[in-house]
Protein backbone atom coordinates (compact mmCIF):
# COMPACT_ATOMS: atom_id res chain seq x y z
CA UNK A 1 0.00 0.00 0.00
CA UNK A 2 2.49 2.62 0.74
CA UNK A 3 4.41 1.56 -2.19
CA UNK A 4 0.79 2.34 -4.49
CA UNK A 5 0.15 5.51 -2.62
CA UNK A 6 3.56 6.58 -2.99
CA UNK A 7 4.30 5.62 -6.61
CA UNK A 8 1.06 7.62 -7.61
CA UNK A 9 1.68 10.44 -5.51
CA UNK A 10 5.18 10.83 -7.24
CA UNK A 11 3.96 10.57 -10.79
CA UNK A 12 1.04 12.73 -10.48
CA UNK A 13 3.50 15.59 -8.91
CA UNK A 14 6.06 14.94 -11.77
CA UNK A 15 3.29 14.80 -14.54
CA UNK A 16 1.39 18.01 -13.01
CA UNK A 17 5.14 20.03 -12.76
CA UNK A 18 6.03 18.91 -16.35
CA UNK A 19 2.41 20.25 -17.76
CA UNK A 20 3.00 23.44 -15.53
CA UNK A 21 6.54 23.75 -17.35
CA UNK A 22 4.99 23.27 -20.75
CA UNK A 23 1.78 25.75 -20.61
CA UNK A 24 2.22 28.42 -17.76
CA UNK A 25 4.64 31.05 -17.77
CA UNK A 26 5.82 32.77 -15.14
CA UNK A 27 3.66 36.11 -13.70
CA UNK A 28 1.15 35.38 -15.84
CA UNK A 29 -1.54 33.18 -13.22
CA UNK A 30 -4.33 31.53 -15.33
CA UNK A 31 -7.69 31.72 -13.29
CA UNK A 32 -8.72 27.66 -12.73
CA UNK A 33 -12.33 28.82 -10.55
CA UNK A 34 -12.30 32.38 -10.16
CA UNK A 35 -10.41 33.54 -7.77
CA UNK A 36 -10.36 30.54 -5.62
CA UNK A 37 -7.69 28.55 -7.63
CA UNK A 38 -4.96 29.81 -9.86
CA UNK A 39 -2.48 27.82 -11.98
CA UNK A 40 0.87 30.16 -11.14
CA UNK A 41 3.95 29.17 -11.80
CA UNK A 42 6.73 29.71 -9.93
CA UNK A 43 10.24 27.98 -8.51
CA UNK A 44 10.62 27.92 -5.24
CA UNK A 45 14.42 27.93 -3.76
CA UNK A 46 12.91 27.85 -0.34
CA UNK A 47 10.59 25.66 1.75
CA UNK A 48 6.66 26.06 2.51
CA UNK A 49 6.02 30.11 2.01
CA UNK A 50 9.55 30.26 0.56
CA UNK A 51 11.54 30.34 3.64
CA UNK A 52 14.93 29.78 3.70
CA UNK A 53 15.76 30.00 0.44
CA UNK A 54 19.41 30.37 0.77
CA UNK A 55 19.43 26.53 2.59
CA UNK A 56 18.31 24.67 -0.09
CA UNK A 57 20.95 21.84 0.23
CA UNK A 58 19.70 21.69 4.08
CA UNK A 59 16.67 21.25 3.21
CA UNK A 60 17.30 18.31 0.27
CA UNK A 61 19.46 16.71 3.38
CA UNK A 62 16.16 16.53 5.52
CA UNK A 63 13.95 15.55 2.96
CA UNK A 64 15.91 12.84 2.10
CA UNK A 65 16.20 11.86 5.60
CA UNK A 66 12.60 11.81 6.15
CA UNK A 67 11.93 9.47 2.46
CA UNK A 68 14.59 7.57 4.39
CA UNK A 69 13.26 7.50 8.06
CA UNK A 70 10.23 6.17 5.76
CA UNK A 71 11.70 3.60 4.56
CA UNK A 72 12.83 2.58 7.51
CA UNK A 73 9.72 2.59 9.75
CA UNK A 74 7.99 0.78 6.79
CA UNK A 75 9.31 -2.81 7.90
CA UNK A 76 7.00 -2.23 11.11
CA UNK A 77 3.68 -0.93 9.28
CA UNK A 78 0.78 -3.46 10.23
CA UNK A 79 -2.19 -0.40 9.58
CA UNK A 80 -3.37 0.91 6.81
CA UNK A 81 -3.82 4.13 7.61
CA UNK A 82 -0.36 4.13 8.61
CA UNK A 83 0.81 2.83 5.24
CA UNK A 84 -0.97 5.64 3.27
CA UNK A 85 0.21 8.21 5.60
CA UNK A 86 3.75 7.27 4.91
CA UNK A 87 3.20 6.62 1.40
CA UNK A 88 1.80 10.13 0.85
CA UNK A 89 4.67 11.37 2.95
CA UNK A 90 7.35 9.31 0.90
CA UNK A 91 6.64 10.41 -2.52
CA UNK A 92 5.65 13.91 -1.34
CA UNK A 93 9.21 13.87 -0.34
CA UNK A 94 10.72 11.97 -2.95
CA UNK A 95 9.04 14.72 -5.57
CA UNK A 96 10.39 17.63 -4.10
CA UNK A 97 13.68 16.18 -4.01
CA UNK A 98 13.57 15.01 -7.09
CA UNK A 99 13.31 19.12 -7.85
CA UNK A 100 15.98 20.04 -5.36
CA UNK A 101 18.81 17.26 -6.84
CA UNK A 102 18.00 17.71 -10.60
CA UNK A 103 16.59 21.27 -11.59
CA UNK A 104 18.15 24.06 -12.28
CA UNK A 105 20.34 26.12 -11.11
CA UNK A 106 22.55 23.17 -9.63
CA UNK A 107 22.36 19.94 -7.96
CA UNK A 108 21.12 20.35 -4.37
CA UNK A 109 20.34 23.76 -5.25
CA UNK A 110 17.19 22.96 -7.85
CA UNK A 111 14.23 25.18 -7.24
CA UNK A 112 10.83 23.21 -6.72
CA UNK A 113 8.07 23.58 -9.16
CA UNK A 114 5.02 25.20 -7.73
CA UNK A 115 1.64 26.18 -9.63
CA UNK A 116 -1.29 25.67 -7.52
CA UNK A 117 -2.60 29.12 -5.75
CA UNK A 118 -5.62 30.13 -3.49
CA UNK A 119 -6.56 32.71 -1.78
CA UNK A 120 -4.23 33.95 1.14
CA UNK A 121 -1.98 31.06 0.92
CA UNK A 122 1.21 30.04 -0.68
CA UNK A 123 1.68 28.48 -4.22
CA UNK A 124 2.32 24.65 -3.88
CA UNK A 125 2.15 21.45 -6.08
CA UNK A 126 1.16 18.05 -5.62
CA UNK A 127 4.24 17.05 -3.39
CA UNK A 128 2.92 19.62 -0.98
CA UNK A 129 -0.48 18.73 -0.72
CA UNK A 130 0.56 14.73 0.24
CA UNK A 131 3.03 15.60 2.45
CA UNK A 132 0.33 18.25 4.10
CA UNK A 133 -2.42 15.07 4.60
CA UNK A 134 0.24 12.58 5.49
CA UNK A 135 1.25 15.08 8.63
CA UNK A 136 -3.11 15.16 9.03
CA UNK A 137 -3.25 11.34 8.56
CA UNK A 138 -0.21 10.88 11.68
CA UNK A 139 -1.69 13.11 14.19
CA UNK A 140 -5.22 11.03 13.03
CA UNK A 141 -3.68 7.81 13.85
CA UNK A 142 -1.98 8.57 17.13
CA UNK A 143 -4.78 10.40 18.18
CA UNK A 144 -6.63 7.33 17.25
CA UNK A 145 -4.07 5.20 19.06
CA UNK A 146 -3.07 3.08 16.38
CA UNK A 147 0.35 2.02 16.69
CA UNK A 148 2.86 1.33 13.43
CA UNK A 149 1.82 -2.56 13.59
CA UNK A 150 -1.79 -1.71 13.35
CA UNK A 151 -2.29 -2.73 16.70
CA UNK A 152 -4.60 -0.33 18.93
CA UNK A 153 -3.22 1.30 22.39
CA UNK A 154 -6.14 1.16 24.46
CA UNK A 155 -5.00 3.64 26.76
CA UNK A 156 -6.69 6.06 24.24
Not at 26 to 35: A, D, F, M, R, T
Not at 65 to 81: D, E, H, N, P
Not at 129 to 143: D, E, G, P, R
Request: glycine residues 10%; aromatic residues 8%; contains cysteine.
Amino acid sequence: MLAAVGLVILGLDQVTKALALQHLTPGEPVNVIGSLLKFNLIRNSGAAFSLGAGYTPYISVIQITVAAGVIYLSRRLGSVGWAIAFGLLFGGAVGNIMDRVFREPSPFHGHVIDFLQTPHWAIFNVADMAVTTAACLLVLQTLRGVRLDGTKDHRK
